[in-house]
């Protein structure tokens, strides 16, 4: 269970060697992030679930170039996460998170428990919850219903006790990206939404915290996601502009590789996630498949 007394234990000690202020509630996190803005500093948060990998770091260079001051939130939050998910296992190596922050000169980090977060209950059973309805089902709110209303929920949750003047997400999260953009503009959050590139391994993998599950071979098969993107911008760049030929391309890519067991590959306006036939402006390929029990998700943007 996150958030156990030797996960706080930890917190303290990693407290004690490193500069960067570390809060653990939500009113030391709300001090800290106040009083770097009343000394006249943009903020800015990037919200993450820790395991950090090069992906995460982007995100963090983004904000120290765009900001003056950098907050990073680490918290595996549960609500997120389906009942036959990974929640349990989701890696948590918080001493070397907090080493890597600390290098790229973060001044504060807001990690607190699950109880502190969810005091009352982290059961999906009441409470208030932001859900970004319309868009929430659709792609990975699909496969994985309750998901977005807990990434709504916990960022919010964040944006409220932090209060960014800017938040940083990759990418490679895009219906995310997209669900957050809609609940930030429909409920007039003060804060900047900056999306990030996606960061690959040189073999082209796009970084993720779940990439650690894999083993050596289910690791090259996972690579068929990208080829599958690939295949989809060259046949575009060669002048196709139909959707489902793009698409029965993707698919050709993909079945030659049966290990991957295909969630969805679709073509979707990036703001609403509606499907596109034709791709006449700016469209999101997204590819989320199953690699033995792990999930993996990609994506790519044609721009006409
Ligand atoms: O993208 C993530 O890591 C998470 O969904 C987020 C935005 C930190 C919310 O828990």
Redesign the pocket.
Known sequence: MIGSSGDLKCRSEVQIALSMKICSSIAEGRAACRAARASGKRLGLV???GALHEGHLSLVRAARAQCDAVAV?I?V?PT?FGPKEDLAKYPRPFDRDCRLLEKEGVEILFAPAVEEIYPKSNSNAEGTWVVVEGLSEKLDGRSRPGHFR??TT??SKLFHILEPEAAF??QK?AA?LAV?RRMVCDLNFAVEIVACPIVRESDGLAMSSRNAYLDGEERRHALVLQRSLQETRQRFQAGERTAARLIAAAMEVLARVPQVALDYFEMVDPETLDPVEQVSQATLVAVAAYVGSTRLIDNTVLNP
């Open positions: 919200p993450t679930m939130s918290f939050n997120q807990g990434v916990i960022v997400f990759g999260d995310q957050i």
